[in-house]
């Protein structure tokens, strides 16, 4: 057992988690999407992308590009959150929580995916 | 041989690769890889500072309680933490709030520094350099769109022979296992840009980044001091490319038989052809000294004419490979050798002295009293300076040759003033460049010494009544309708001599300083043709002279109304309309 794949699945694993986490619940409610849970879906997806960067094999490169696809949806997400929340005039309301929910809901896709190739590269390993 | 003549490589042709050549990672993927850690490093003191602000219980202007908003906070970590600080926003702090400010300063500071410092260490790892220069090698390489000459091993040889190749417009590419060599092509004053790997060229792979398999790759030299190495390359390039000439140096008949096994390469031993060059010189001083001029690259001095001895008994110190190569050469021109050799062969010879050259009393016993030649041909330059001291002290007539092996003891040899000097380096380089350059050129070297010394030494004369004491470089034009245009008419008409074609385009009745060396017809060679010669359609001619000179020939080579002046004194318009209106003969 390595120490390095075990902190890589667990940096995947709990980026889907909390990008499912924070995106479960009915799309338009404020009250049932937790900005902190948000905040640390970025965060983990992040360290996620670096965790990934360097790897030279194909499903390393897939690895890298999913992430980077979920950290621009997550991104685009906070920064939905912010116009609601700073700048338009409306605030925080089921529009505007809507659009973030489901640009969360994309980088989730992403995730998914993420974690799909892990377990097939799990699968696929074979130790001899 | 391989020159100018040959068909251009097609754009059709492919790389040849080397199956397991792998390209390295590209730059960016290297830095993000040496990158994790630091990165991480500052993306969790990021998050963990921003959290803290939204957690901590703040207080507005009102004296509420608030807490910061994460976009509040990030902002305000953003600026805190690139040391900018606009101040407290979007109210004023609470002493808890203040409290985490501080610890967050100095986490973000130990993050900054630690990214930073991490990229500045990998900018300067050397791993990372090579592996950037690599990539810009390569990338340069893979870029060249002509002709070019891989050389592998850039010492001596190689630099003298890189110079010349250059002045003669010829591309090349070099792979050295030293760097400083390689960093040197930067400093050497080149026309053209030299990609330079610092690389094992016994590494397959070396030789593939450096463009073995490329399509315009049109040579490969192998000029290492390394009998091992050159055999390396020869056989890789052999194997992988066999369409390719190769030219390899060695100093051993064993290494040169073994070069042999693969394909056809053109070995140069430069020992070999000391006593090959000796030989001449000594049969025929002024063939010889045509034979070094023209050998020695553009812009070569005339050298001074020896007068080696072809009577009487030399003496040789050194009896190595060099000392048994010249031995043979010079027993097979009739003279008698007396070898002193530091260790007793297996069976005592009555011409071998056995002892150390250095100490007086063996060079008694060779009695150096009665001989004419002495050889210095120890692998030692000290030894051999020390060697020619002692011995022209014996005897100041002595005909003195020496072999200098390092390049910085030039200048002692030039004082010492040695007769006959052997530089293996420069041997090798003239040989090759010879062979390069063009191939009428290695042509007449080879046809030139039969025809006798009292031929060499017109041939010298003219050479030097007209192009002066340095040599330009040498050219090829042939008699047809691309290389000569404006002459197709009057050379299938008739009579077409040299003395016409050489008229000056300015003045008909001055004749050009060019000197004809060699026309080639129908595989024929006639070598000096003098000015009466008669020429035809498809005649090569190889030409020495200034590249004024050749500038002005080559107008009365294509444009039609320069040639007409030159050869028939006519005085013909040269735009088209009037040519018409005039009807001038075309």
Known sequence: MSLEKVIFGFFVLLAATLNFGFFIGDIDDPTLHNEYELFAAVVVNLIATVLKFGDRTQIGAVHLATSL???????AATLAWTWATQISSNGLDGEAMASVVSLSGGALLANIVSVVLLVVETVSFQRR | MFGQDEARPRKARRWTRIAAAVQGPPTVFLIL?????????????????VLGLTLIPGRDDAGQPARMGFFDAFYFMSYTATTIGYGEIPHEFTGAQRLWVIASIYLTVI??????GSLLTLLQDRAFRQALALRRFTRTVARIREPFLLIAGYGQTGRLLGRSLDILGRRIVVVDTSAERVDALDIDAYRADVPGLAGDARNPRTLDHAGLGHPYCEGVLALTDDDEVNLAVTMTAALIRPDLPVIARTVSPAIEYRMAAFGSPTVVNAFDRYGDHLRIALRAPASYQLMVWLESGPGARLPRRGRPPRAGRWVLCGYGRFGRELTADLRAEGLSVTVIDIVAGPEPEPWVVVGDGSEPGVMARADLVNAVGFVAGTDNDTTNLSLVAAARRINPELFVASRQNRPETAPLFAAMEIDSLLVPAEVVAHEIYAQLSTPLLWRFLREMPDLGD????????????HCGNRLQALWRTTLDAEDAPALTRWLRDGPATMRDLLRHPDDRDQRLDIVPLLILRDGQATLGPDDDVALRP????????????????????????VSQYVLHGRRVPSSWVWQRLTHSPR
């Open chain 2, 538 to 561: 498809g005649d090569q001619i190889l030409f020495a002279g200034q590249p004024w000179d050749k500038r002005a020939l080559l107008e009365t080579l294509t444009i039609n109304s």
């Open chain 2, 111 to 116: 993050g900054w520094a630690y990214a930073i």
């Open chain 2, 454 to 465: 009292r031929w060499a030494a017109d041939m010298i004369e003219r050479l030097h009544l």
């Open chain 2, 33 to 49: 890889r040496r990158m994790r850690a630091p990165l991480i490093v500052l993306i969790a003191i990021f998050a963990i500072s």
């Open chain 1, 69 to 75: 696809v979920a950290d621009l949806q997550l991104i």
